[in-house]
């Protein structure tokens, strides 16, 4: 599986951005997915995960309520939508997939994108 995330972008407190992964391969929808980001000098954190059905999903606390994850199986595609973004939200963010798991946990995951930044101004 080949992971693209894209949609990363400079914007300000307050506003909203949409981030997209296309997943290469035909059984897309039978990996656990998620996202997870990095700011600088500080380790890779979970941000929220989706399962293979998209039935199930999770998210840490720091994003609960204003961050939504979905997947479109038919399209290859992850999507996390992020709303009233805080400075503190600034890092880059990867995308990835776990072969049968829906995971909170890096080392569960199989595969990663190349990461897309974000930056949110105050």
């Known amino acids: 599986v080949q992971l693209q995330a894209s949609g990363g972008g400079l914007v300000q407190a307050g506003d909203s951005l949409r981030l997209s992964c296309a997943a290469s391969?035909?059984?897309?929808?039978?990996?656990?997915m998620g996202w997870f980001r990095q700011a600088p000098g500080k380790e890779r954190e979970f941000v929220t995960a989706?399962?293979?059905?998209?039935?199930?999903?999770y998210y840490s606390d720091s994003v609960k309520g204003r961050f939504t994850i979905s997947r479109d199986n038919a399209k290859n595609t992850l999507y996390l939508q992020m709303n009233s973004l805080k400075p503190v939200d600034t890092a880059i963010y990867y995308c990835?997939?776990?072969?049968?798991?829906?995971?909170?946990?890096?080392?569960?995951?199989?595969?990663w994108g190349q990461g897309t930044q974000v930056t949110v101004s105050s």
């Open positions: 990835a997939a776990a072969r049968r798991v829906t995971s909170t946990s890096p080392h569960d995951y199989d595969y």
């Open positions: 391969g035909r059984t897309f929808s039978t990996y656990g």
């Open positions: 989706i399962s293979g059905s998209g039935s199930s999903t």
